[in-house]
């Protein structure tokens, strides 16, 4: 049986990851800390700590066959600019070596769509990929650049659990932007089905560097999706579009190629709706 690392196995991704592959890999996980594992809370999964020891040591106690990265910090809980290079480049780049000097057979990373000058989690996250690229003759490198995703059990801090959470409150208003930005949204399972695809698949798919964008076929503007969330939860909120200017290197129109993903046999299981109506549902 061949062993995984994930890295942020008590995220959102990770955990779900986790819990899909453990039946036919030994997990191993990767995380900040071991203080509230609540994700996998019901899983015997081995965890080591980047905050409480060198994570270099599972390296040593373990035989890792493939890594999956998909810790991030996002910088939407005030995180330090330090705190989300050390967790989207730093710690990364040290995980990678390591993979690296041990004989790993490959380095799945999970990516942004995203401009790098969006935000410091996006420069961040660009840093480590272009890295990646650079060590490519090094060890088989898959990197996933994740459009939006979402599902039951997200995070708080996820946009569309927000904007659930806020509607369902009954807020008097939510101040927005125009919300005519494009956007592709990816339904938990299908963002998993993603990965263990790539799994499956992997001694297939050629060449040191592949990149695949995991994303639906279908845009959809912030505000009809806001406008959605609105009437399926019922909500008598107020949505304020036009209160709050767009960011700096907006992304207006999210650009869509995901056909090496599909040539790989994936295909996405839901619909940008019929995701939000699973979400809010549960």
Same mark, same amino acid.
């Given at each position: 049986m061949?062993?995984?690392? =994930?890295t ?27 203080n509230?594992?609540?994700?996998i809370?019901?899983?015997?999964f ?5 905050? !409480? ?11 890792? +066959? ?13 995180e ?10 730093? *710690?990364?780049f040290?995980?990678?070596d390591?993979a ?7 380095? =799945?990373?999970t +990516?942004?769509?995203? +401009?790098?000058f ?18 490519r003759? !090094? ?12 599902g ?8 569309v659990?927000?904007?659930i959470?806020?509607l ?5 208003? *939510?101040?927005?932007?125009?919300? !005519?930005q ?5 339904y938990i ?7 263990l695809?790539? =799994?499956e ?10 990149n695949f ?7 959809i ?22 209160a ?5 290197n907006?992304?207006?129109i999210?650009s ?24 809010i549902?549960?």
């Amino acid at each position: 049986m061949k062993t995984i690392l =994930i890295t942020g196995i008590n995220g959102y991704l990770g955990s779900n990851l986790a819990k899909k592959l453990k039946h036919d890999y030994q997990i191993i996980g990767l995380e900040y800390s071991l203080n509230n594992l609540f994700r996998i809370s019901d899983c015997d999964f081995k965890v080591y700590s980047v905050k !409480e020891g060198d994570p270099k040591k599972l390296f040593t106690e373990n035989k890792i +066959d493939i890594v999956i990265h998909t810790a991030t910090f996002y910088g939407r809980q005030n995180e330090t600019v330090r705190t989300i290079a050390d967790a989207n480049f730093f *710690i990364p780049f040290s995980l990678l070596d390591e993979a690296i000097k041990k004989g790993c057979s490959a380095f =799945i990373n999970t +990516d942004t769509v995203l +401009d790098r000058f969006v935000s410091t989690y996006a420069l961040t996250k660009r840093h480590f990929q272009e890295w990646l690229y650079m060590r490519r003759n !090094e060890i088989k490198i898959v990197n996933l650049q994740l459009e939006h995703f979402f599902g039951p059990g997200c995070s708080k801090t996820n946009f569309v659990t927000a904007m659930i959470d806020r509607l369902n409150s009954n807020e008097k208003v *939510i101040d927005l932007t125009l919300g !005519e930005q494009q956007r592709n949204f990816v339904y938990i399972d299908d963002v998993v089905a993603a990965y263990l695809k790539i =799994i499956e698949r992997l001694s297939e798919i050629k060449g040191p560097y592949n990149n695949f964008q995991v994303a639906t076929n279908e845009l959809i503007s912030i505000k009809e999706l806001l406008e959605f969330l609105k009437e399926n939860t019922q909500s008598v909120t107020s949505l304020n579009f036009g209160a709050i200017a767009y960011r700096k290197n907006e992304l207006m129109i999210s650009s869509i190629d995901n056909n090496a993903l599909l040539e790989l046999g994936w295909q996405p299981q839901y619909t940008i709706k019929e995701g939000l109506l699973k979400t809010i549902q549960n």
